[in-house]
Structures are given as C-alpha cells and as structure tokens.
C-alpha cells in the first residue's frame, strides 16, 4: 500500500452514548486502512487520494478524484475509502466542478429509468 506520510487520524461523526442527533459529535478516529482495490481520501469536494490498495492501478497519492463513499461516515468525515476504480478529475477542473460530477450522473441515470419514454422515442 502506498501512503502519503502525516495522514494516519481524522475526525468522523459518532455516537459515545444512546440517544438522538443531540449526542452525536466529531470523534478523533484512525484512518480506515484501503483494501487491495480500495483507496483512502481526504474529503472535500474533490477527494484528494492518501494511500492507494495495492491491486489499485492508474490512480497515485496526491491524485484528486471523485466517487461514492463506501464507508459509514462518508463525505462527512475528514477522510473516507472510495473503489479504486474512481475517477480523477481531469486537469484544470476546480474542485467544486469536480464535486458535482457523481452526484449528476446518478442523478440522470435514475431519472431516466424512473420516467417512462415519450411516445415512439426509443428506449
């Protein structure tokens, strides 16, 4: 596994007692170790890749990408595991472009299965 050096806690929200959202707070937490076809990020619109599983290819540390968080905290942690058949952005893309890239196209995809063809168009 490849990892950049200084990434190993990060803040997640949790629960330390039973209750509603009242008890739930950011927990100092080690980062999640990426499986063999996993790669660890730092969150933000556009993932910044930390470490890379060792069956990953065409993706490095410092790559930045965009994906489905695969773990429970998410995009709501400081650092999450993405597939590492992710996508890095292209060059010159701002991160908040980036950011908007997953969300659009399950959002197209789930539209168009959801709304039945126009008459005589194809499907």
């Given at each position: 596994?490849?990892?950049?050096?200084?990434?190993?806690?990060?803040?997640?929200?949790?629960?330390?007692?039973?209750?509603?959202?009242?008890?739930?707070?950011?927990?100092?937490?080690?980062?999640?170790?990426?499986?063999?076809?996993?790669?660890?990020?730092?969150?933000?619109?556009?993932?910044?890749?930390?470490?890379?599983?060792?069956?990953?290819?065409?993706?490095?540390?410092?790559?930045?990408?965009?994906?489905f968080a695969?773990?429970?905290?998410?995009?709501?942690?400081?650092?999450?595991?993405?597939?590492?058949?992710?996508?890095?952005?292209?060059?010159?893309?701002?991160?908040?472009?980036?950011?908007?890239?997953?969300?659009?196209?399950?959002?197209?995809?789930?539209?168009?299965?959801?709304?039945?063809?126009?008459?005589?168009?194809?499907?």
């Amino acid at each position: 596994m490849t990892k950049e050096p200084g990434s190993e806690h990060s803040t997640a929200p949790g629960y330390r007692a039973f209750g509603g959202a009242d008890v739930q707070e950011l927990i100092d937490r080690p980062d999640p170790a990426p499986g063999p076809a996993e790669v660890l990020i730092r969150v933000a619109a556009a993932g910044t890749v930390l470490a890379v599983g060792a069956h990953v290819t065409g993706l490095s540390v410092g790559d930045r990408i965009t994906g489905f968080a695969l773990t429970g905290a998410g995009s709501y942690a400081g650092t999450t595991l993405l597939l590492g058949t992710s996508t890095a952005t292209p060059p010159g893309t701002s991160p908040t472009g980036s950011g908007h890239t997953p969300r659009t196209g399950s959002t197209a995809s789930s539209t168009s299965s959801a709304v039945p063809p126009c008459a005589g168009s194809p499907r």
